[in-house]
């Protein structure tokens, strides 16, 4: 029965979202994450990114059911509903997404790790234009583009900053990624590539010291990097839980109808 289902919720900072938990409060028999089935998250889609990259940094992943209490809302369900959470969210339709493992390396050797849901960004940190040398599975398929920045993204997160930066946007179980220039220089007519997500990507920064770059890993970023190594983390993968009729797999596909 829906009742016994053992939810957590996840409430962000602001005041539409924290309305609507004390609205919410007596609504289920709320359970600890820890405890959980499935995480009930309000708010909007860097809430819901927030929530999803704690889960993967605890290692330990349920579905999550988003409420949209923000602003876009991409990631989330409607707020108003007749039906009960726990109906809502045992009657959802789930969607798997896979996300990226970043490494970066940094020009005094520090290496960090980090996942993306949506994509992993390098971004040139002043005024001269970057200068990366782009690798797929070790061969060199561009050796120098001069460019603002350079971006993967995930079927999830090709309709963000990559659709921005004139990307393609992928459908969901799609097993492809986005590779895509922001602002590109040289070669100018590049404008990206569409590879399967078990390929290796990776970035080396030429003049590394005078121009310097930072890469960007959904909200965590690592600054003054050498060297960019992304591929997919099929071991954490997540699963988001929408309404009939509203899946993210659906708004995706309804993006590229936009006029």
Same mark, same amino acid.
């Given at each position: 029965?829906?009742?016994?289902?053992?939810?957590?919720?996840?409430?962000?900072?602001? =005041?539409?979202?924290?309305?609507? #938990?004390?609205?919410?409060?007596?609504?289920?028999?709320?359970?600890?994450?820890?405890?959980?089935?499935?995480?009930?998250?309000?708010?909007?889609?860097?809430?819901?990114?927030? @929530?999803?990259? !704690?889960?993967? =940094?605890?290692?330990?992943?349920?579905?999550?059911?988003?409420?949209?209490?923000?602003? @876009?809302?991409?990631?989330?369900?409607?707020? !108003?509903?007749?039906?009960?959470?726990? =109906?809502?969210?045992?009657?959802?339709?789930?969607?798997? @997404?896979?996300?990226?493992?970043?490494?970066?390396?940094?020009?005094?050797?520090?290496?960090?790790?980090?996942?993306?849901?949506?994509?992993?960004?390098?971004?040139?940190?002043?005024?001269?234009?970057? %200068?990366?040398?782009?690798?797929?599975? =070790? !061969?060199?398929?561009?050796?120098?583009?001069?460019?603002?920045?350079?971006?993967?993204?995930?079927?999830?997160?090709?309709?963000?900053?990559?659709?921005?930066?004139?990307?393609?946007?992928?459908?969901?179980?799609?097993?492809?990624? #986005?590779?895509?220039?922001?602002?590109?220089?040289?070669? %100018?007519?590049? !404008?990206?590539?569409?590879?399967?997500?078990?390929? /290796?990507?990776?970035?080396? @920064?030429?003049?590394?010291?005078?121009?310097?770059? #930072?890469?960007? #890993?959904?909200?965590?970023?690592?600054?003054?990097?050498?060297?960019? %190594?992304?591929?997919?983390?099929?071991?954490?993968?997540?699963?988001?839980?929408?309404?009939?009729?509203?899946?993210?797999?659906?708004?995706?596909?309804?993006? /590229?109808?936009?006029?």
């Amino acid at each position: 029965m829906t009742k016994d289902l053992r939810l957590a919720l996840a409430v962000s900072y602001s =005041d539409r979202a924290q309305g609507a #938990a004390k609205a919410l409060a007596d609504a289920h028999p709320w359970v600890s994450v820890q405890e959980a089935e499935a995480v009930v998250v309000l708010g909007g889609d860097g809430y819901m990114l927030h @929530v999803l990259h !704690k889960m993967l =940094d605890a290692d330990r992943v349920i579905p999550a059911y988003g409420i949209n209490h923000g602003t @876009v809302g991409f990631l989330m369900n409607k707020a !108003k509903s007749s039906r009960s959470i726990a =109906d809502r969210v045992a009657r959802a339709r789930s969607i798997a @997404v896979t996300p990226l493992e970043m490494t970066a390396i940094t020009n005094s050797g520090d290496e960090q790790s980090f996942y993306a849901i949506n994509e992993v960004s390098l971004l040139r940190e002043t005024r001269q234009t970057a %200068r990366l040398q782009v690798r797929v599975n =070790d !061969k060199i398929r561009i050796a120098e583009l001069h460019c603002d920045g350079v971006l993967v993204a995930t079927p999830a997160g090709s309709s963000a900053y990559n659709l921005s930066a004139n990307g393609p946007i992928l459908p969901l179980g799609c097993n492809l990624v #986005a590779l895509t220039p922001i602002s590109p220089f040289r070669p %100018r007519r590049w !404008k990206g590539a569409i590879l399967p997500d078990k390929a /290796q990507v990776s970035f080396h @920064v030429l003049e590394s010291e005078k121009r310097p770059v #930072a890469a960007v #890993a959904d909200q965590k970023e690592v600054r003054d990097i050498r060297e960019v %190594r992304i591929a997919t983390a099929r071991e954490k993968q997540l699963t988001l839980l929408f309404d009939s009729g509203s899946a993210l797999d659906e708004r995706i596909f309804a993006e /590229q109808f936009q006029v």
